[in-house]
């Protein structure tokens, strides 16, 4: 199956600072999406971005389908925003997270 | 947008008693919904692929007589723990395809954490 790689594997930021997630995955693919999973393991939907650049807030996705790689950026980083973020791309019927980097945001 | 509900999200069962865990489409009608596992600080594997009105298909590797899928309905998938064990603790999260146009793709539950003592 389809590989899915996230780095870095784990990130820690003080408060304010900005960060850049990415997720590398090995075939093309015909969605992926970024969640959050908050400390009480939910799945929160970030971006559906199969393609393109896609801002919310402080939050932005950026994903370049031809080169196989996909860019979370986060800016003005809250304690909030800790938790694990995965990406996960679907290639039809299968749907393959990635490794998930762990983020830290110190006050 | 599309929304999941599953349930329950917490359960404490003991070995060798059966669980399930149901997972809702509330306000659209999902024909495949999927069920995944997540151990402690690993990403979500997927188990198996529930189609409505049909046997599931199950990954490679997951025993289908202990991890029952069924699909009766186009916005109710079940997934029973048979004969649990402690090995079987994990968090499971079920997700299905948004209605047409869902922007977001695929919606997950909140997902359940099971623990057999």
Redesign the interface.
């Known amino acids: 199956g389809i590989q899915v790689e996230q780095s870095p594997p784990d990130l820690i930021l003080q408060e304010g600072a900005n960060s850049t997630l990415r997720c590398n995955f090995s075939d093309s693919v015909n969605?992926l999406?970024w969640?959050h999973q908050n400390p009480?393991?939910?799945?929160i939907?970030l971006f559906?971005i199969p393609s393109g650049t896609k801002q919310n807030g402080r939050l932005s996705a950026t994903t370049v389908a031809t080169e196989r790689y996909s860019l979370l950026y986060i800016s003005s980083s809250q304690t909030t925003d800790s938790g694990v973020y995965?990406c996960?791309v679907?290639t039809g019927?299968?749907?393959?997270?990635?490794?998930?980097t762990?983020l830290t945001v110190i006050p | 947008g599309a929304v999941v509900s599953q349930h329950p999200s917490r359960v404490i069962c003991k070995s060798g008693t059966s669980v399930k865990i149901e997972c809702r489409s509330l306000d659209f009608q999902a024909t495949?919904m999927?069920w995944?596992r997540?151990f402690p600080?690993?990403?979500?594997?997927?188990m198996a692929?529930s189609n409505e009105g049909s046997k599931a298909t199950y990954e490679q590797g997951v025993e289908k007589d202990k991890f029952l899928i069924n699909h009766a309905s186009l916005t109710l998938s079940t997934l029973t723990v048979t004969s649990a064990h402690p090995e079987d603790s994990s968090?499971y999260?079920c997700?299905a395809r948004g209605g047409q146009g869902d922007?977001?793709?695929?919606?997950?539950g909140?997902?359940t954490?099971l623990t057999v003592v």
């Open positions: 969605n999406q969640f009480w393991g939910q799945l939907n559906y995965f996960a679907n019927n299968q749907f393959y997270f990635g490794t998930g762990s | 495949t999927f995944y997540q600080k690993q990403s979500l594997m997927l692929t968090f999260i997700s922007p977001y793709g695929y919606t997950f909140s997902g954490r």
